[in-house]
T-cell receptor, first 111, second 114 residues
């Protein structure tokens, strides 16, 4: 079964706007990661946040983690058309455990 | 170049046939995974292997088989027992560093039953 559920399933914004997508998970985690997938391609790792961290930044990406609510959010600021992709959260419960992916958010950024 | 390579990119299978999807990595990663992705949906775990000569069933292992005879290779066989095999298959490898697991993905194999 899926560990994570992303919300919304689909998001359409204009270039320059911010995009926020959320991820909820069910069990305790060690880390949470966000991945990006361009249509018909493999996934690419974007950012990782540990369970003892609350916020992390990488370029135009900002990730928050609330372990009490078992949720995370990914914010992409000043979006570009090239950000159009699906975004997935993934969780792991500890060293050498398998990664479990959520259902993904499809982001469409229009000019 | 270091990375993870899946082949072929596109694969067509007749009903009743077994097909094998290749996945090779030269990243020296211990763990490897196979995921299935259906249109507009997330990734579902088929099988994973944390170490050579060992593998575990994921959430949707029925109709699939794997082997892990070498660290670099983790082929997936889609058997005739898999009733709905048309999907996009993704292979990944990962390594644990200081308690974190980051996955590296191949470019996928799109399997179509004709």
């Amino acid at each position: 079964s899926q560990q994570g559920e992303e919300d919304p399933q689909a998001l359409s914004i204009q270039e320059g706007e911010n995009a926020t997508m959320n991820c909820s998970y069910k069990t305790s985690i060690n880390n949470l990661q966000w991945y990006r997938q361009n249509s018909g391609r493999g996934l690419v790792h974007l950012i990782l946040i540990r369970s003892n961290e609350r916020e992390k930044h990488s370029g135009r990406l900002r990730v928050t983690l609330d372990t009490s609510k078992k949720s995370s959010s990914l914010l992409i600021t000043a979006s570009r058309a090239a950000d159009t992709a699906s975004y997935f959260c993934a969780t792991d419960a500890g060293t050498a455990s398998k990664l479990t992916f959520g259902t993904g958010t499809r982001l469409q950024v229009t000019l | 170049d270091g990375g993870i390579t899946q082949s072929p990119k596109y694969l067509f299978r007749k009903e009743g046939q077994n097909v094998t999807l290749s996945c090779e990595q030269n990243l020296n990663h211990d763990a490897m995974y196979w995921y299935r992705q259906d249109p507009g949906q997330g990734l579902r775990l088929i099988y994973y292997s944390q170490i050579v000569n060992d593998f575990q069933k994921g959430d949707i292992a029925e109709g699939y088989s794997v082997s892990r005879e070498k660290k670099e290779s983790f082929p997936l066989t889609v058997t005739s027992a898999q009733k709905n095999p048309t999907a996009f298959y993704l292979c990944a490898s990962s390594i644990d560093i200081e308690g974190t697991t980051e996955a590296f993905f191949g470019q996928g194999t799109r399997l179509t039953v004709v």
